[in-house]
């Protein structure tokens, strides 16, 4: 066991996480149909949520109404191909009783289907967004069916 044997170790660990990125989108045969663990489920949710919110130029933040699907893969982590409603809350972004608000009723209501690949590695709770599109919930059969 000498200091060569350790940087061997770390070549092989530089080279999974890199084998990871790569290939992410290539391997999406060997995503099996599971539920996400009741532990994993909300960090992962409110993950995805805040990346969403971060990223949207939506004067109201958005909130998770309701995970419809959920398949995963083991890695060198958890990956999760996720499909989730999420709809329009009366909340703005700057508004601090996030996340207990209600969602819009009227004319602002909104709701959008996402499908997601999100890279997590739970034990360290490290999260990663891979993947995001959403559409209008609305007549969105097409993206349900994937
Ligand atoms: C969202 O933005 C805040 C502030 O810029 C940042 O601290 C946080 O890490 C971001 N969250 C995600 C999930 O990207
Ligand atoms: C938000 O606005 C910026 C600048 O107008 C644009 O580049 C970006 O694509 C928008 N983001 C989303 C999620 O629509
Ligand atoms: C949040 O509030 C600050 C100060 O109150 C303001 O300058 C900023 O524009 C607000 N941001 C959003 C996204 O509403
Ligand atoms: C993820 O992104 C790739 C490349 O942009 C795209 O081909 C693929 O359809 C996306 N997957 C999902 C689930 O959105």
């Given at each position: 066991m000498g200091v060569g044997c350790w940087r061997n170790l770390l070549v092989v660990l530089v080279a999974l996480v890199l084998a990871a990125k790569l290939g992410h989108f290539q391997r999406?045969?060997?995503f099996q149909e599971k539920p996400m663990s009741k532990k994993n489920m909300d960090p992962t949710l409110n993950f995805f949520i805040e990346s969403y919110n971060n990223a949207s130029n939506d004067t109201y933040l958005f909130q998770v109404q309701e995970l419809l699907r959920s398949q995963m893969q083991l890695t060198t982590g958890v990956e999760y191909m996720v499909t989730v409603r999420i709809a329009r809350t009366t909340?703005?972004?700057?508004?601090?009783?996030?996340?207990s608000c209600p969602l819009q009723r009227k004319k602002l209501k909104k709701s959008l289907i996402c499908n997601s690949l999100i890279y997590t590695v739970p034990w360290i709770k490290y999260y990663q967004l891979w993947n995001n599109s959403c559409q209008e919930a609305e007549g969105s059969h097409k993206v349900l069916r994937q």
């Open positions: 999406w045969e060997g909340c703005k972004k700057n508004d601090t009783k996030y996340p």
